[in-house]
């Protein structure tokens, strides 16, 4: 029995673990009492990764679709040579726009995926690249690229004062706290005397540990933040030596947001008005702090771009960033040391770049091209009309919203690939899935980055931190897998193109960079390890990797001489803008609309609102994970089910102005009265709707994608969405005990 250092790439938070091995297995796995960041933090769904691999439901083989709708395994090379050969028969006819790519979140999983796919992607001309991005906070991106960029981080996990979450649940995403032990900032804040103001329709585990919790009617976040965007104004309460210096468009703003009065906001979000003035004056009286907004309000607004865009203007009229003079705790540890400089860069061009979409006049923006319209390009004929999708990591059948016309999009592709573990929703449909291995199997880095760009606060380190894990396990017995990034290295081997290791995104954050002069050639010929990809991607940064290899369990690498911001150079002119005319123009008609759902809200009781579970969006089915609960319910305040006659565990149909779906009611009392709070990532198709206490409910299947919609992003309503609530009836046990004999339940 050995035990040996990694960290789990479960969620994003990347704990440093210790893993113990028996015959070449994974047993145990428990936290790391001396990493000096995670200090012996883990959650249960790290210690359960012995299982999660072991998951007999994981594919181990590759498998092909055939016409009959069973699956054939097949060898990872055979699948390789067919995809190649479909693949150009695709580029033949209907040329490079017909083929796409849609990156998931578990991208992360493979850090060479994204490039090499992208530079695949480049060298075949494809055109349409998409992601879940678009689905999850876009107008962070957009809002940032229309606002400027500060030149030197903002204080966010920098010991802030004060806190503002909106609609953020970092207690269960690890989101808008510094990763870490999430034990260790509460204490930290304790100790500090930090104000927590959580804005929630749900009391959330974070809004329990938080000094205030303001509960809200959901969807009126835009209302909210330009309230306290206007009492910070009208009451002077902002940093008026940073705002002159650096900042453009306070007269905009100022008149922008006057008519949202605490009186008026009160009312609308139904909030006491003596909140919304404390909120803003205790956000502004303290000297350092960050705010940041979750998927709630960017989902429940449908007005992502305006909501991030006042995101970042309150956090720039407190000043909340880095100045001259001021050491950055988080330069970067395998990224190159930048140089940080106490100066705005001014705005720059966030949308209406190629390719434009046929749908809703959407174009490529700072966020990516808007999802919401994939099903469609693939859907409708015509010059444009995608015919083949490659998934990097993602599950879009059970993620993307409307269900039944992403099912029905992806069913009617010539040629679909997924590199998944299990077969998902999106994979079932694939005519190739490529088996991969998991982590544990897999060489992996992790490390703080200089600021990103997407948000101010959202996500990141507090310190200077970076770990390094090797593979620890082959993969099982009589397994054949590949890692991800090996199909695209293959396809190009076969097609006879090069690839190179340009820094891929999926979407653009901060300030134009200079293309690469000369990107990494990778070598077509000998094919390199993941680990001669991991130290080419690392090359010229800040700490060696080797360096970061000498320290098997991660560490904390301070620069020798500390980065210290440096002032404004001579002479420079940009400024941040806080007065942009379309987002004024869009704070007026939020203003006017009252209420972005009501269009569809006629005839509706209810709100249905986004959450999250320890499920990681459709991944993470497993007993291990759910506890005997492998559905999502749809959560109602119990005085609403006491009101339709609703017990524990009923089934009940909750229809949208798209579609109806069966769900299992359970209550929660910390919901606020008049929502219904559901995770996404489950479900399955109508067909299996019987099986609804087995897979779940589809939210998506609710969604509609050309309603009510980000005119940037085109994120559709997500959260918010007006539903009903009708008490069903029992299934049919037998239906559902012949169907189960037919296949493997809990797979969305
Ligand atoms: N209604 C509604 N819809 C939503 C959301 C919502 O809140 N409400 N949230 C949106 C958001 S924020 C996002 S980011 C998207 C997510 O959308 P997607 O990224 O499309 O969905 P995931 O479920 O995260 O997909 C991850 C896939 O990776 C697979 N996987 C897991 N581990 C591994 C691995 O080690 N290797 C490989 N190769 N595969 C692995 C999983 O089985 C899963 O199929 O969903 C969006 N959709
Ligand atoms: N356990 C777990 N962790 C995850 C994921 C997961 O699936 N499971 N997914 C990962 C991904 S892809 C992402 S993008 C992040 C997301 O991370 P978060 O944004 O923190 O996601 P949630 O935990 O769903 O928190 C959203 C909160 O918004 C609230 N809300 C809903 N509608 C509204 C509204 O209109 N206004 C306001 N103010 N609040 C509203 C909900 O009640 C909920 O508490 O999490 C990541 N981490
Ligand atoms: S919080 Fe849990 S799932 Fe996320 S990295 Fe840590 S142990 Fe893994
Ligand atoms: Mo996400």
Partial sequence: MIEQHSFCRVCVNGCSILVRIEDGRATKVRADPTNPVYRGYTCFRGRALPELMADPRRQLHSTALQPDGTRRRVGADQAMDEIAERLQGVIETHGPDSVALYTGMAVSKCQPLL????????????????????????G????????????????????????????????????GLPMGSPRRF???????????????PRRTEAARRSTRHLQPRPGQDVAILACLVRTILIEGLYDREFVESNVDGLDALNAAVAPFTPEVVSLRADLPAEDLLWTARTFAAAKRGYVVAGTGPNMGTARGTVLEYLVLALDTLCGHYLRAGEVVRTPGTLTP????????????????????????????????????????EMLTPGPGQVRALFVLNGNPAATVTDQLQVVEALESLELLVTTDIHLTATARRAHYNLAPRMQLEVPSTKGDFPPSYYANSYLGYSDAYAHYTPALVEPPDGADLIEEWELYYGLAQRLGLQLDLTPARFFVSGPPAPPVANPTQVDMTTKPSTDDLLDLMSRGSRVPLSEV?????????????????????????????????????????????GDTAQQLAGGYDFRLLCRRMHQLNSALHHPAIDKGRPYNPAFMNPADMAALGLSDGDLVEISSSRATTPAV?????????????????????????????????????????????????????MSNVPINVRKLGPVD?????????????GEP
Avoid at 340 to 352: D, E, I, K, L
Avoid at 576 to 589: F, H, K, Q, T, Y
Wanted: some cysteine; proline content about 8%.
């Fill in 337 to 376: 040391g930048p140089v940080f400089r106490a100066q705005a860069h001014p705005p720059v061009a966030a949308f209406g770049f190629e390719p434009q979409l046929r749908f809703r006049g959407f174009t490529d923006t700072l966020a990516g091209l808007p999802v919401s319209a994939m099903a469609e």
């Fill in 140 to 175: 962070k991106q957009i809002a940032h690229g229309l606002h400027g960029y500060w030149l030197a981080p903002p204080q966010a996990f920098d010991e802030p004062e004060v806190v503002l979450w909106v609609g953020i649940n970092p207690l269960m995403s690890y989101m």
């Fill in 186 to 200: 509460f204490k930290e804040c304790e100790k500090r005397g930090t104000t927590l103001i959580m804005v929630d």
């Fill in 115 to 138: 490039t090499l796919a992208h530079s695949f992607a480049d060298r075949i001309g494809v055109t349409r690249r998409w992601s879940a991005n678009t689905l999850d906070q876009p």
């Fill in 549 to 593: 290899k000498r320290h098997p369990g991660g560490a904390l690498f301070p620069p020798e001489e500390p980065f210290v911001v440096q002032p404004k150079q001579e002479g420079w002119a940009g400024r941040l803008d806080v007065g942009n005319s379309l987002m004024m123009r869009d704070l007026a008609e939020v203003l006017a609309d």
């Fill in 733 to 745: 046990p037998r239906a559902a005990a012949r169907e189960r004999d037919g296949r493997t339940a």
């Fill in 665 to 717: 009611v359970v209550g929660d009392d910390e919901l606020r009265e008049g929502t219904v709070s559901m995770s996404h990532g489950f479900g399955d198709t109508p067909d299996r709707d019987h099986l609804v206490r087995e897979v779940g409910t589809s939210a998506n299947r609710l969604l509609s994608n050309d309603r009510v919609y980000d005119p940037y992003s085109g994120q559709p309503l």
